[in-house]
């Protein structure tokens, strides 16, 4: 065990951006760019700046005249989880709506670092905020509002305020999304050394442990929750019902807590290791359980394998259970436990 747990501190360092806590409010930013603007918007985004981005025969980035842009405040507070949902609405409305792409200034730089995202990262980027004005649309009563998915009727610049996460803002790009989002060949080429160590006889099942900040009371509160033991032994149970030779490798925010309560000759821990390299062998592995937040989320929708999640979260009843649709946070074929 400590050989495999040694083999497993990987050398990569983690970008700060990733590690910090998670944003309380992020706001986001659509901006409509419409002929009867006055000479000083006019003069704020020049859309002959904008260039043509193609992605593929299916895939294109329009350059017309309609513009839309992101923002996260403040930028620096923007983890993977969130960051990742932010992109992919963003690119998704974007090209859902025939608008052209803008990227704001260095919400993304900690994801460019990590992922390939060969065509997105060639997008136009904002030199600051003060490029756009908007009026506000709140949307923290809901993480998924419908109205997005036609945002490009507006002729106003829209100011977007609060979570977005749902699928339905990007499900019509997930083949491009996917491409996007291979990891850097440096972290993959790890990966997969860790993994080859690991034995090609075992099939891995990767399990995400999430605790932290959501154990406080307020966030309790909210709806933020850990699962319990007891998913994991129920999600764990199920694949060792139907695999062979099951090998569970666990990331987790609290390993102390997760050497003392899931234990077993076919689990291994990950001791040492960044974010980024936990979410790189997440999404190696054959399969995944994911418990709470969105980094587990991402982990899973890149994995190509069998997801389990755990259907506690967020808590029931509670106000950010009543931010969420569901039915367009967990997919209908991930299999859902309690």
């Known amino acids: 065990m400590a050989n495999v747990n040694s083999t497993l501190n990987f050398a990569i360092c983690a970008f700060g951006a990733l590690v910090l806590l998670m944003a309380s409010s992020i706001a986001i930013l659509l901006q409509l760019h419409v002929p009867n603007l006055s000479n000083s918007q006019t003069d704020r985004i020049n859309p002959k700046e904008l260039l043509p981005v193609s992605l593929d025969e299916r895939f294109r980035v329009s350059t017309g005249p309609n513009v839309v842009t992101l923002c996260c405040l403040p930028a620096e507070t923007c983890r993977m989880g969130n960051c990742l949902f932010l992109l992919a609405s963003l690119v998704g409305i974007g090209m859902k709506n025939n608008m052209t792409i803008y990227l704001p200034p260095g919400t993304f730089?900690?994801?460019?670092?990590?992922?390939?995202?060969?065509?997105?990262?060639?997008?136009?980027?904002?030199?600051?905020?003060?490029?756009?004005?908007?009026?506000?649309?709140?949307?923290?009563?809901?993480?998924?509002?419908?109205?997005?998915?036609?945002?490009?009727?507006?002729?106003?610049?829209?100011?977007?305020?609060?979570?977005?996460?749902?699928?339905?803002?990007?499900?019509?790009?997930?083949?491009?999304?996917?491409?996007?989002?291979?990891?850097?060949?440096?972290?993959?080429?790890?990966?997969?050394?860790?993994l080859n160590a690991l034995g090609q006889d075992r099939t891995l099942v990767g399990v995400h442990v999430r605790r932290g900040d959501f154990l406080k009371e307020n966030s309790f509160h909210f709806g933020f929750v850990s699962a319990p033991v007891t998913y994991f032994e129920k999600a764990m149970n199920h694949f060792r019902k139907i695999l062979p030779n099951v090998l569970f490798y666990i990331a987790s925010d609290d390993m102390t807590w997760v050497q003392a309560n899931i234990k077993g000759p076919d689990v291994i821990y990950s001791v040492g290791s960044s974010p980024e390299e936990d979410f790189a062998m997440l999404v190696n592995c054959d399969h995944i359980i994911i418990s709470s937040g969105t980094f587990g989320w991402w982990a899973a929708w890149l994995n190509p394998g069998t997801t389990v999640y755990y259907e506690g979260y967020p808590r029931p009843g509670s106000i950010l259970w009543n931010m969420y649709s569901l039915g367009e946070y967990y997919y209908s074929h991930w299999i859902g436990l309690s």
Do not use: W
Request: net charge negative.
């Open 109 to 194: 730089d900690g994801l460019f670092r990590m992922f390939k995202l060969n065509v997105i990262r060639k997008l136009h980027k904002m030199e600051s905020y003060d490029e756009v004005q908007t009026k506000i649309h709140d949307t923290f009563e809901k993480h998924c509002d419908p109205k997005l998915n036609s945002i490009g009727v507006l002729k106003e610049n829209i100011a977007i305020n609060g979570y977005i996460q749902c699928f339905s803002y990007f499900d019509s790009i997930s083949e491009f999304l996917r491409q996007e989002l291979r990891l850097q060949d440096h972290l993959q080429k790890t990966t997969m050394e860790v």
